[in-house]
């Protein structure tokens, strides 16, 4: 059995995750589980721009991986960056086995508007989509409503939907044919 | 430009910033590689086409200012964004006077870098296409559209060349239907102004004031009817050449408000009181004797010698036999080619009758019995003496005439022969307007 494993990294609410664990599995149909990793978030802390460096993060995830996880995908509340840029939403290896996601910028409060619990929800699932999507392979896609669509501003990530197009959805079903045995 | 297709080079030093935009841009699902030297790059650039590079200003060794200058001596076309920690925010400023389409500043905003990306592919695209239209008007300015052999033809091609690669003013003179307008544009094609347009403007067909607003165009409500804001003629030739047929037709003033046009390069549309700047080459054509017109007071002697800067004389058809066939070949493969006949020769009878007309209304009149043969011409694979309806034509006289346009043509033409040309005097003979006259001489290509 193969799974996708769901990381948290700190504090993350239990409903959240257990919200998130149905949605990934119905989108990839593979199983998926909520694990619990050691990760130290001190060393990519950078106290200059008070945000964590999220290539460091996902090499401490990625670390010594279980023989049954196929993917690992990391959840966070923490603003992460990578030295070039001024954030990321979260961050993956094309073809790799990892992925990343901060929940730190997809909550109104961030933008000083209040908090919609639904539309976080979204947010977060849209962003885990796309960054495991990149894990099977997948690009981004020009297609607005499909989820492998860019996202550098919230408003896009509003704007498309959970669903792969059809174009990624065949991409994503080669992957498993080619390999998933069971 | 398909973003598939797009190839990217980044210049870094800096490992983690050449991974973290390899990765950045691969997933956008553009083609790209890294280089982590100026050196390493201009290796990469002279092995194959890019469209954008991407360069960090403090690089050791050669710098991004001057890898800049050898990128550009290898391709001018590549677009150049620099990537600059905020302490060289001046020196990007100063390689965008240089050439460089852009900069953007550590820690890059993702949405600005995607957006900056989006706009230099848009103008990588847009130069490619700019590039691909010169080269089609090169092309195009090649196709020499005068045909002929003859000594006069030849002679006329040499005063195109010499008279294009200046700026001053021509009169074409020629009889109707010589091709006056080809050689206004041949010259406009091989000057440097064949980017931007060449206006014609038949002075002839238009009433006075329409004429006039014609070529100064006018604001919304400068008189009954100017319903929109118009831009004039002279003001969409500039840059390019205005051409002037037909220039000894109009009236004294219009003589007058153009010559001051010419002299200052500039005016005042009609109803509005903004002087207009213009920039253009002035080519004018006339089948008048200005000279004589000059003489009888009906044309200012100080516009004449202002058009007559550098004169081109076409002969009639008449005069340059040898070159029927060549045109009526020309004309043959042009029309069979547009209206997609496999009519690809002409009878030698056909011929004949060809190169013995005298075609009174020059190769306009040629082209056209062409274009007319090849509709009749049905299913055959040549002309034939009974698909060029000339006899009728050389004939007018005769009683040969059967249709109504065909006395009409015959009837017209005899009051031009009777009046020595002049159009005012056939037109109140006739009693039809001026324009009206000039229209059916030009529909029946009739010889003044």
Redesign the interface.
Known sequence: MSYIDIVPIGKIEEATLISLKHSLFQTFKIQTRIRNRPIDLSPVYDPIRNQYNSSGLLVQLINDLAPETMKILGVTEVDLFIPIFTFLFGEAQLNGPGALVSAHRLRNPFYGIPENEEMFKNRLLKESIHELGHTFGLIHCFTLRCVMNTSTYVEEIDQKSADFCSACEKEILRWRNGNLTD | MD?QKVSILIVDD?F??RD??Y??F????YRVDTAENGTEALKKLQEGPWDIALLDIKMPGMDGIELQKHIKRIDKTLVIIF?TAFATVDTAVEAMKDGAFDYIS??????K??VLIRNAVNHRRLVAENIQLKQKVEELSLQDEIVGESPQVKKIQELIEVVAQTDATVLIRGESGTGKELVAQAIHAKSNRRYFPIISINCGSLAEGLLESELFGHERGAFTGAQYKRKGKLEMANGGTIFFDEIGNISAKMQMDLLRVIETKQFTPLGSNKIINVDFRVIAATNTDLEKEVAEKNFREDFYYRLNVFSIQIPPLRERTADIPLLAYYFLGKYAKSMNKKVTDISSEAMKILAQYEWPGNIRELRNTVERALVVVGKKDRIEPEDLNLHTLSKQDSTEIESLEDLEKAHIQRILERNNGNISKSAEMLKIDRVTLYNKIKKYSLQR
């Open positions: 973003q800096e983690s910033v973290s935009l990765n950045w691969k997933v956008e699902g990537i550590k820690p890059v905003d993702p949405d870098l995607s």
